[in-house]
């Protein structure tokens, strides 16, 4: 019986260690620890605790006919911090498996408290010889991670660079290394279109993206997107019946990277309507007819923007330079944002809260930068110049007679990577 049951126990101990060995997961810590400092010289629309910058403020008045606006303001902090976890593990229906969660402590949309963690990524990836499959939240396609703004500023170039991270569900066909085909079905998650409700959600579609990527990032890279999305901004009409409006728009971005032995020279160019979840400027209006909205009825405000990051390769001091302009270019048909008749005690229509700088007419920005690097360890200085026009909007939405405000943003940053 001895005899018969040790060879039993050395096949069983044999088994169970090929056993431990397929099922074998990687896990791969990865991050920084981050501290931004800077300086306003203007009161500025910003998100995440004020560090991720916008663009200033216009005019506003207090009881001296003084401009409330006009002062400067500091800020140090460290909600930037970011801890991630990437995941390799055993193959799955003849694929290769990885996974991959992110989050820092930025604070999620909405959110005043500085140090609120937020999921950035939490996907899973199954990769087949020329196809791959993935599930859960992670950028969006207009956000293209091979080439993107390398600013001290962590926002990386709003509002004129798209950023948004959403749940979805990605198909990429590789029919070679420097090709790839990808399609893509979202909903959204912390980035979200100004307004009410979850207005991708309730519009019973979600966002559908189709994208192409030519290239290497070692060298030359090319990226275009095209996309369309479908919002129901309101539960309720103006008559408190169920609301059935909706509004559909269409966006696409064609954006470009040339690494050269000295320099790298980035640049895209997006177009699209309601890019709201991008933090950009825009939104939906109401449609209008000879002035008065129309109930129920929507347009999408249409934006473009065009940027430009160059930056030397010196690994030990990196100089650098943004540059970036976003237009708001109004609606196809006429419509209505806001309308406050001066002959009445209240505000007679107000949807501004479905917009984000819906009396904005254009803003630019440039922005020199110097990053330092030694080890674990990069130290950014950084110059931001940004200039708003704001204005009156006209039977389209489109913001005219404007007058530019200007804000001077010194940032400090320290970012020590794992």
Known sequence: MKKLLLP???????????????????????????????????????????HGYLYPKSFSADANGSDKNDKSKFDFGAGISRLGFAISGPDAFGAKTTAKIEGDFAGASGNSKDFAVRLRHAFLNLKWNKTSLLAGQTWHPLFIPENFPATVNFVVGLPFHPLSRNPQ??????????????????????????????????????????????????????????????????????????????????????????????????????????????????????????????????????????????????KKIQWGFFAGYTQNHGTASESIIYYDDPSTAEVDFDQTAYTRGWNIEYIYNFSPRVKFYSGPLTIGLEWLYTVAAYGTPDVKSRPKNSKEYANNRLVLGFRYNF
């Open 8 to 50: 039993i126990f050395i096949l069983l101990s044999l088994a169970t260690q090929a056993q431990q060995k397929e099922k074998t997961v990687s896990v791969k810590t990865y991050g920084f620890i981050g501290f931004d400092a800077f300086v306003d010289t203007r009161e500025s629309v910003a998100a995440r605790g004020g």
């Open 169 to 314: 569900l990605r198909f990429t066909y590789s029919p070679s290394k420097d090709l790839s085909l990808i399609l893509s079905a979202l909903s959204q998650g912390d980035f979200k279109n100004s307004g009410a409700l979850e207005q991708v959600e309730y519009a019973d579609i979600p966002e559908f993206n189709f994208q192409l990527k030519y290239g290497s990032p070692k060298d030359f890279f090319l990226a275009a997107t095209v996309g369309v999305k479908q919002v129901q901004p309101l539960a309720v009409d103006d008559n408190l019946a169920i609301s059935e409006g909706k509004v559909t728009s269409a966006h696409a971005n064609l954006s470009a990277k040339l690494t050269l032995p000295a320099i790298t020279i980035k640049a895209e160019g997006v177009y699209g309507g309601n890019m709201t979840n991008q933090v950009m400027i825009g939104g939906i209006a109401r449609k209008a007819n000879n002035g008065v909205a129309i109930n129920d009825e929507f347009e999408a405000i249409r934006t473009s923007s065009v940027w430009t990051d160059i930056h030397s390769n010196n």
